[in-house]
């Protein structure tokens, strides 16, 4: 099992940035794909961001490309995602999650991850 806990989500101004942090414990997030996704009220839930077991693979939504960037940090357990240039479409709640991917393979559907955080709110004002 892998338990996940997000935090850095906040309110900010459009422009402005955050830093989310997915801290990870119970096992080693070196075997895991890590993801970040996210839920806007009354939408389902989407994807943002995901990395690779190597950490050599990065895809991201189109929606967010060019203005986040996804981590990760084996070494302390973490995973991160650098939120830039934010704009109020991107108020949601922030989850983070860990798939078994074997090899470089990053997935961007939500079937393929095995654990979830419990989620980071961010809210972008105009």
């Known amino acids: 099992q892998v338990q996940l806990v997000e935090s850095g989500g906040g309110l900010v101004q459009a422009g402005g940035s955050l830093r989310l942090s997915c801290a990870a414990s119970?096992?080693?997030?070196?075997?895991?794909?890590m993801g970040w996704f996210r839920q806007a009220p009354g939408k389902e839930r989407e994807f943002v961001a995901a990395?690779?077991?190597?950490?050599?693979?990065?895809i991201y939504a189109d929606s967010v490309k060019g203005r986040f960037t996804i981590s990760r940090d084996d070494g302390k357990n973490m995973a991160y995602l650098q939120m830039n240039s934010l704009k109020p479409e991107d108020t949601a709640v922030y989850y983070c999650?860990?798939?078994?991917?074997?090899?470089?393979?990053?997935?961007?559907?939500?079937?393929?991850?095995?654990?979830w955080g419990q989620g980071t709110q961010v809210i972008v004002s105009s």
């Open positions: 999650t860990a798939g078994f991917i074997p090899g470089t393979a990053v997935l961007a559907t939500s079937s393929a991850y095995d654990y």
């Open positions: 119970g096992r080693t997030i070196s075997r895991y794909c």
């Open positions: 990395i690779s077991r190597s950490g050599g693979s990065t």
